[in-house]
């Protein structure tokens, strides 16, 4: 699966194309990319989707060295 990014982040249907795997792999390679010493902070919206994607982007990030701060709901524009 390609990811496809949009104005307002990645797009995508949770758990056919957003799935728990694919959300961990995201979060490991954004650590290698930019180190473990970058700021990652992790806001998300209300959809019912939220919660398993940001578990699954915050356990990629942690499992490669990451402090993460996770910011909870936020409006889009905030995130």
Do not use: H, K, Y
Not at 9 to 15: D, E, V
Not at 27 to 52: E, K, N, Q, Y
Not at 57 to 79: F, K, N, Q, S, Y
């Amino acid at each position: 699966m390609t990811l496809q990014f949009g104005t307002d982040g990645i797009r995508g249907i949770a758990n056919a194309e957003l799935t728990p795997e694919l959300m961990t792999a995201l979060g490991r390679s954004a650590v290698r990319v930019l180190g473990a010493d970058a700021p990652f902070l992790i806001g998300r919206d209300t959809r019912r989707s939220g919660s398993m994607i940001q578990a699954a982007l915050v356990a990629g990030l942690c499992a490669e060295g990451a402090d993460v701060g996770i910011l909870g709901v936020l409006p889009t524009p905030a995130v």
